[in-house]
């Protein structure tokens, strides 16, 4: 009879997981981080003070990589998985940073990119686009996480930087009604938390408002010229380029707009003017070069003309201007040096001309701004006073710029088609001998400084003679504009040459000063013996009632006489003589001699 088959086994059912039931999100604490105190910190430690956008982003990327190894949140080891950062996760403010670091990273490499595509590139562009809505996308995450898990300061402070990025990209695309739109939320936002925050946190918030007006007032120009209403396009752009704070995205956009209505002006700038000559200019280049020098030109003139530092700074932009057209000019002799035909010798003429009129421009500008720099000297030394940084204003100081200014029109006088007009030369030389007696002038007060009166009584007197040589010329080649500043200066020789002989006068009867102070101390000097000093207690301890009571030893001491030391000579050491003891010393054997003796002779057996 057949088995019956064995029963199966009954199946076990495995025993259900146990799963925790997830907390709800409205149970869970709130963290906190603040946003712009991280984000502006790391900023200043990091590069970004100096503009160093590549040594910014490798520092993200670290601190990322930081972030997700502490927060055990890495993308594993060997095959990447990539594990996104939920509400959930969010546990303290470091986790936070991860979204917030990623866009800051991503926006970093955008304004590297920027910075290093000096020729607008197209590929380079794109690629700061996409990075830019890699930063506006990062920027929303961390905005959505920060409404769900964060206080209502970091939900904030998250939508403020939301706003910040996307504003960077709209404006990078020209959508300026939404960049606009974008920008004053953040404008609104750290306004409003400026007003309830900290005071350590307060410049934070309105940094940050700095950093976006700029941008919103371009904005803001954009939509009115688009709307075809009329505005100033140089100014508003050119305060918008020197406004603080500006960032490199709206710096781009500001030179292009800059370039754009430079064009068109160098369009219509066809000659200039040389020695009552029109030249024509034929490259765009020098065009727009001349034009940045006259605009230059013109916010010089109308900020008065002044030594202070903004209109240094608008005469160094100025003498840029200058140097960019002058080269743009040579590049064009040196291009068409080659050219044998007929017309290319015209156009040589041309630009020699073209060349030794800018350049007379810049002598004529830079002798400008150093009389502007000796008046400032002038005052700064009536005032007896010194300029900032605490350097003394000294009569050499401007003894160097009159230096430099009889430099520079002397070189002014070198110049071709310049040097053969009778009427300039005229007014050089008048100019020329103008700086020259002031010179001479302030050479004399560095000697009377440091109390050498005669010699700068003999610079007085040169003084006089050249000023009235000055004043002639001036006057024959009708160049007015220094009469006033000559005639005021002879008042003050007048004077100077009185003071100069009085002193000379009181030093003959003193002597020199180093004389005069040494005879005063002589002269205090008495051969009335002292009076009796008081002893000390150490000398008189057992004088009960004193005078003064604290005196215990003299001090500084007396001096007392030492004996000096003897000093002796053996002269009888040469005149004594020694007995011969040669005979005593025994006779010395080589130990070569020795060995060879011993060996051929048997010795030593």
């Known amino acids: 009879m057949a088995e019956a088959p064995a029963a199966a086994p009954m199946a076990v059912e495995p025993e259900a997981e146990f799963v925790e039931p997830e907390e709800p999100l409205e149970d869970l604490p709130q963290v906190s981080l603040d946003i712009f105190n991280v984000v502006k910190t790391s900023h200043a430690q990091h590069g970004l003070r100096h503009g160093d956008y590549l040594r910014y982003r490798q520092y993200c990327a670290r601190r990322l990589h930081r972030i997700r190894k502490a927060a055990g949140l890495t993308h594993g080891k ?17 986790h936070l940073m991860l979204a917030l670091y990623c866009s800051e990273r991503a926006w970093s490499y955008a304004m590297q990119l920027k910075r290093e595509n000096t020729a607008s590139e197209s590929r380079p562009k794109y690629h700061a686009l996409h990075r830019l809505r890699k930063a506006a996308k990062w920027s929303t995450a961390l905005q959505q996480l920060c409404q769900v898990r964060s206080d209502k300061r970091t939900a904030l402070e998250a939508d403020a930087y939301c706003g910040f990025m996307h504003g960077n990209l709209h404006l990078e695309r020209e959508e300026w009604g939404a960049a606009l739109q974008q920008l004053k ?53 050119e305060g918008l380029a020197e406004a603080a704070g500006t960032s490199d995205i709206l710096r781009s956009k500001l030179e292009s707009v800059l370039n754009e209505s430079r064009a068109k002006q160098a369009r219509d700038l066809n000659e200039m003017e040389v020695l009552g000559e029109r030249v024509p200019i034929r490259s765009e280049k020098t065009r727009i070069c001349i034009i940045r020098a006259n605009q230059t030109l013109q916010e010089i003139e109308q900020a008065g003309g002044d030594s202070s530092e903004s209109a240094m700074a608008q005469y160094d932009h100025l003498f840029v201007a200058f ?65 900032a940084g605490g350097k003394k204003v000294t009569p050499e100081d401007l003894v160097r710029l009159y230096d430099a200014i009889t430099g520079s029109l002397g070189e002014m006088g070198q110049l071709d088609g310049y040097r053969e007009d009778e009427a300039l030369m005229g007014q050089i030389l008048a100019r020329s001998s103008a700086a020259t007696a002031s010179r001479c002038f302030w050479v004399a007060e560095s000697y009377g400084a440091v109390s050498k009166w005669k010699e700068a009584q003999a610079l007085y007197d040169r003084t006089s003679l050249l000023l009235e040589e000055a004043v002639e010329l001036l006057e024959q080649s009708a160049y007015a504009a220094e009469l006033p500043a000559m005639r ?30 040494t005879s005063a101390d002589v002269g205090q000097m008495s051969l009335a013996p002292a009076a009796k000093r008081q002893k000390t207690l150490l000398e ?58 011993s060996s051929w002779f048997g010795g030593g057996r």
């Open 540 to 597: 008189a301890p057992d004088a009960f009632e004193r005078a003064n009571a604290d005196e215990l030893i003299a001090f500084p001491p007396k001096f007392e006489t030492v004996p000096c030391k003897p000093l002796l000579f053996d002269i009888a050491r040469n005149g004594i003589g020694y007995p011969d003891v040669s005979s005593r010393a025994k006779a010395k054997r080589s130990w070569l001699g020795s060995s060879l003796g």
């Open 323 to 387: 140097n960019d057209a002058l080269e743009c000019v040579r590049s064009d002799l040196r291009a068409i040096s080659n050219d044998k035909a007929a017309s290319a010798g015209v156009a040589r003429g041309h630009l020699h001309k073209l060349q030794t009129g800018l350049t007379w421009q810049k002598h004529n500008h830079t002798v400008r701004r150093t009389q502007l720099l000796v008046e400032g000297f002038k005052q700064t030394i009536a005032a007896q006073s010194s300029v």
């Open 488 to 517: 005021a200066l002879e008042s003050q020789v007048d004077g100077a040459k009185a003071r100069a002989h009085a002193h000379g006068i009181l030093v003959a009867l003193q002597g020199e000063p180093a004389v005069a102070s």
């Open 185 to 237: 939320l953040t404008r609104t936002i750290c306004s409003e938390l400026s007003k309830v925050s900290h005071p350590e946190q307060v410049h934070l918030y309105k940094q940050m408002v700095d950093e976006v007006e700029p941008s919103i007032r371009f904005c803001a120009y954009n939509l009115r010229r688009e709307g075809g209403e009329e505005v100033e396009q140089e100014e508003d752009v």
């Open 78 to 94: 060997g095959r990447f998985a990539k594990k996104p950062l939920e509400p959930r996760m969010i546990r303290e403010g470091k």
